[in-house]
């Protein structure tokens, strides 16, 4: 199954919050990395020994306050031999251990009257202080806790603080950041892209017979311009090369005309038999075919202007024109007008080609026998019908196509009933099989002038 193309709305937003969850998380690790790297969570953290303290606080069996074995705890004791503290809970609780230095003994004293305070240094001094004073939550309740800053932060400890800090700040933050960057996205692309949605809609308005269309490459985006502007030549290629191919469809039309018309003279001037017919029907074949491809030409130069026409007085000239080929061929020609004028307005060579088409069609397809009609409608249309095998149901759309053929053994080259649609199209109008009892007819209709 073919998978989806990614939506660059959605990409920009993964990408983008990506980028910025990234950048958070690597300025996050440069702080750490440059605190530790100062020296400031390793020696001048003043809260080593009281953390330390403070996870392993417990309540004995009669309710006072004890330590617990912890592993924090042993090894606070090993790398600060001289460990001392004094701590109390608001129940008056008490437990101390260690000897407290001299210059702190009366603080111990008066503990009860502290709140929190750093104790050795100046006031004023951010330097580490030699004891502190502070209440911390514990697994036995608030407890106030005097002690000395020998310890360390712990490497648990740090990583404990950083991923709580990330969840608890951070990841808030990606996400608002996230937020933004789903709502601003769509905005940005979609006035970016602005000029590229002016180029699409270009781009749906090309026809195969529209030459000389560019799409607008001034407000496409930078990044977009070289597909643009390599669409554009592309197009350009192909202008020259329909433009190269009805030069040669035009010149190659007109070369055949001369040659024609002298074989149409020879072959007149032969005695009347079964090949003379044969030769006519093969020469009208010939100056079909060569019409036939005059009028691709002309059909792409849609700058002509149309005139009044009288379908009347066209239809009865082709009759005349043809009326000895269809003779010729084994039939009977009639010609029923419902009026004497039917006025549309169009280009009167284009239209006798149409149908010339559809009368030489009919000598080609009716069966050598029978009636050939041509008839004129008051309401604007033509028909051309004959007495032949008809046209099949499942064909009616199909042979108005190029190159199409009914049977594989029949003549010209599948380009007239194509060449009648466009002209027909052309003019606003419609070729289109009616349904009769014998034989097939076609109609050419119109939009009256009147």
């Not at 006035?191 to 308005?205: D, F, N, P």
């Not at 379908?311 to 084994?330: I, S, T």
């Not at 604007?380 to 099949?392: L, M, S, T």
């Amino acid at each position: 199954m073919a998978t989806r193309p990614p939506s660059l709305k959605w990409l920009l937003v993964s990408r983008m919050v990506t980028l910025q969850a990234a950048m958070i998380a690597a300025f996050l690790v440069l702080i750490v990395a440059a605190l530790w790297g100062t020296g400031y969570l390793v020696d001048d953290y003043e809260g080593g020994s009281l953390d330390v303290l403070a996870d392993a606080v417990v309540r004995d069996a009669n309710g006072g306050l004890a330590l617990a074995p912890t592993s924090e705890l042993a090894r606070l004791r090993t790398h600060a031999p001289g460990l001392w503290f004094v701590m109390r809970d608001k129940t008056g609780h008490r437990l101390s251990e260690g000897t407290i230095p001299p210059v702190y003994a009366p603080v111990a004293g008066i503990i009860e009257q502290l709140n929190d305070a750093r104790l050795g240094h100046p006031l004023g001094d951010e330097a580490k202080p030699d004891a502190i004073v502070k209440w911390t939550d514990t697994a036995a309740g608030k407890v106030q806790i005097l002690t000395g800053t020998q310890g360390r932060m712990s490497v648990q400890r740090l990583l404990a603080g950083v991923s709580g800090g990330f969840i608890s700040v951070i990841l808030p933050v990606i996400g608002l950041m996230a937020l933004a960057t789903m709502v601003a996205t769509p905005l940005v692309v979609r006035r970016s892209l602005a000029g590229l949605g002016q180029a699409v809609s270009q781009a749906t308005r090309i026809e195969f017979d529209k030459r000389g269309v560019q799409l607008p490459v001034n407000e496409v985006p930078v990044e977009i311009g070289p597909l643009v502007s390599a669409v554009n030549d592309a197009l350009r290629r192909l202008d020259a090369g329909y433009e190269r191919h009805q030069h040669f469809l035009a010149q190659a039309a007109h070369e055949l005309r001369t040659p024609i018309a002298i074989l149409n003279a020879r072959v007149s001037a032969l005695p009347a038999g079964a090949d003379k017919r044969e030769l006519l029907e093969d020469a009208a074949r010939l100056t079909t075919l060569a019409g036939q491809l005059l009028d691709l030409q002309r059909l792409d130069q849609k700058g002509n202007r149309f005139a009044s026409v009288n379908l009347v007085a066209m239809a009865k000239q082709v009759v005349f024109d043809l009326g000895p080929l269809a003779l010729a061929a084994g039939y009977d020609m009639s010609f029923e007008p419902e009026v004497e004028t039917v006025p549309v307005e169009g280009d009167q060579t284009s239209l006798e080609r149409a149908l010339t088409n559809l009368v030489q069609n009919a000598i080609d397809h009716g069966g050598r026998r029978g009636v050939i009609t041509v008839r004129v409608g008051a309401a604007g249309f033509v028909e051309v019908c004959d007495e032949g095998q008809g046209i099949a149901a499942d064909q009616r759309k199909a042979i108005f196509e190029p190159f199409n053929r009914l049977r594989s053994d029949g003549r010209g080259a599948g380009l007239g009933l194509n060449l009648v649609r466009e002209i027909m199209a052309l003019h606003g109008g419609q070729v289109a099989v009616m349904e009769t009892a014998k034989g097939a007819c076609l109609r050419l209709s119109f939009r009256s002038s009147d």
